[in-house]
């Protein structure tokens, strides 16, 4: 099993272009997340998809988008970087939205 | 305001030298609290998840304690591998329905040979 799987795990990008973060697990579970990492401000939840054909807000949505490929595999979308968008992002999956979140290892965005 | 607050933000320890992080945390309700290690460039890994006061969790040197209002993430005879940020998470009743956790800012342990 190779768990949470996240592609690619280094971009950089110019400011105004568009990329989108993909990301794998393989472990069956329903509900998948998309986290941003920044000094001092901690984990903060950008989207959520409890099932599949479901995604909602989290705490920091503004500028991404998400897309609930099928069961296995959620996407995030950047859709004109800003230099504010430098971050590390993680995606995680949990078998329901309650349940323990198991992360991947991260893709690390520099928007210069 | 929920909220969970890590201390010591880092500790330096001698290998063996036996020490404690602390969790604290405020929220309306507890579901569940979580303890994650995270190693320099990787993602969290899972260490423990309690779900109730006086609840205790261990895996190899590392054992997990929960009160109403902390938790502590109890090292014992630490080795130099044991290095690294140990992150808590707080899921709070009112968002069992959007499964988003509240992380604490980590506390950075460094185990000197």
């Known amino acids: 099993n190779a768990g949470v799987t996240q592609t690619p795990k280094f971009q950089v990008l110019k400011t105004g272009q568009s990329m989108t973060l993909q990301c794998a697990q393989d472990?069956?579970?329903?509900?998948m997340y998309w986290y941003r990492q920044d000094p001092g401000m901690g984990l903060r939840l950008i989207y959520y998809?409890?099932?599949?054909?479901?995604?909602d807000k989290g705490e920091v949505p503004n500028g991404y988008n998400v897309s609930r490929l099928n069961k296995r595999e959620f996407s995030l979308r950047l859709e004109s970087a800003a230099p504010s968008q430098t971050s590390v992002y993680f995606c995680?999956?949990?078998?329901?939205?309650?349940?323990?979140?198991?992360f991947g290892p991260g893709t690390r965005l520099t928007v210069l | 305001e929920d909220q969970v607050t890590q201390s010591p933000e880092a500790l330096r320890l001698q290998e063996g030298e036996s020490s404690s992080l602390n969790c604290s945390y405020t929220?309306?309700?507890?579901?569940?609290l979580f303890w994650y290690r995270q190693d320099p460039g990787k993602g969290p890994e899972f260490l423990f998840t309690?779900?109730?006061a006086g609840e205790e969790k261990e895996k190899e040197r590392l054992k997990a304690t929960l009160t109403k209002k902390e938790s502590f993430l109890h090292i014992t005879a630490p080795k130099p591998e044991d290095s690294a940020t140990y992150l808590c998470?707080?899921?709070?009743?009112?968002?069992?329905?959007?499964?988003?956790?509240?992380f604490g800012q980590g506390t950075t342990l460094q185990v000197k040979p």
């Open positions: 995680a999956s949990s078998e329901d939205l309650p349940s323990t979140q198991y």
């Open positions: 472990m069956n579970h329903n509900s």
């Open positions: 998809s409890a099932s599949e054909g479901t995604t």
């Open positions: 929220v309306s309700g507890l579901r569940g």
């Open positions: 309690l779900y109730s």
């Open positions: 998470a707080v899921h709070e009743r009112g968002s069992s329905n959007t499964g988003k956790l509240i």
